[in-house]
């Protein structure tokens, strides 16, 4: 049984931290690209960060660059997502998402796309 479990949201001030986890199992996570992806109220589904399957060269959405950090062990299964300098534009639920792909880093927004998805933990970021 194929499972994506995200961990780590909750609540945060602007310019304060979270880190995300996306624990994996079911399948090869060491073959899949794996994204991060979020939907805020009312917005549709928007792209944050894809990492390849080797973890190497992950890329970020423009409005999170430099503050977002993706990273991925795949001895652990786990997909990461280090969140800094969090501004309330962050609010959102992220969401974990998985594409079949040895070294692919291909960037969606399209939910269909993906292969697996997690079922999303909620961020608020609020003063």
């Known amino acids: 049984q194929v499972q994506l479990v995200e961990s780590g949201g909750g609540s945060a001030q602007p310019g304060g931290s979270l880190r995300l986890s996306c624990a994996a199992s079911g399948f090869t996570f060491g073959s899949y690209q794996m994204s991060w992806l979020r939907e805020a109220p009312g917005k549709g589904l928007e792209w944050v960060s894809v990492?390849?399957?080797?973890?190497?060269?992950?890329n970020y959405a423009n409005i999170v660059k430099g503050r977002f950090t993706t990273s991925r062990d795949n001895d652990k299964n786990t997909l990461y997502l280090q969140m800094n300098d969090l501004k309330p534009a962050d609010t959102a639920v992220y969401y974990c998402?998985?594409?079949?792909?040895?070294?692919?880093?291909?960037?969606?927004?399209?939910?269909?796309?993906?292969?697996?998805w997690g079922q999303g933990t909620q961020v608020t970021v609020s003063s």
């Open positions: 990492i390849p399957s080797n973890g190497n060269n992950p």
């Open positions: 998402a998985a594409k079949r792909g040895v070294g692919s880093a291909i960037v969606s927004s399209n939910r269909a796309w993906y292969d697996y």
